[in-house]
């Protein structure tokens, strides 16, 4: 059994889903940096100092009542809140992930493609007399004993 689980987890097919997974979680802690710190600040900016990860929607009060300035005041003071700007960060990160894998499939399906490979040279040729299939270079058909032409 032990020999068993160890060519399947030796298969090209496990060993490459594992470092997919790896690379992908390593590429998504860079893909939620760069949207909250490079692209949501400028974002928020350009739209009147909006900090996206505070734009949220209190549902019912916590113990201390609001209003709550910020997402951590209202969760410490354990309100319940729609986190509307969680939920916006969330949808530009996948979309810049989805963005990145469709350049890199892209990427790789033309590497793939190739130029096709050129007609491989024929070794067999039919006899004449018989039609049986003989060597390209026979001079007599070992089927029939004819003589070829060459």
């Known amino acids: 059994m032990l020999k068993e689980f160890k060519e399947f987890a030796m298969k090209g097919n496990v060993l490459d889903m594992a470092v997919g997974i790896i690379i992908g979680a390593a590429f ?10 490079v692209l949501m600040p400028p974002i928020g900016l350009l739209l009147g100092n909006v900090d996206f990860s505070n734009i949220f929607i ?10 709550y300035e910020t997402l951590v005041a209202a969760k ?5 809140s729609l986190n509307v700007g969680i939920f916006i960060n969330a949808v530009i990160n996948f979309v810049i992930v989805a963005f990145a894998i469709f350049i890199l499939i892209k990427n ?11 007609p491989a040279v024929p ?6 007399f018989c039609l049986s299939v003989i060597p390209i270079a026979a001079a007599k058909c070992g089927h029939c ?3 070829l032409q060459k």
């Open 28 to 37: 998504s802690t860079i893909v939620n940096s760069a949207v909250a710190d």
């Open 108 to 118: 790789v399906n033309r590497l793939k493609k190739q130029e096709p490979a050129a």
């Open 76 to 80: 410490a003071a354990g309100a319940v």
């Open 58 to 67: 209190v549902l019912k009060d916590g113990k201390v009542p609001g209003p």
């Open 145 to 147: 004993t004819s003589d």
């Open 123 to 128: 070794t067999t040729k039919e006899c004449p």
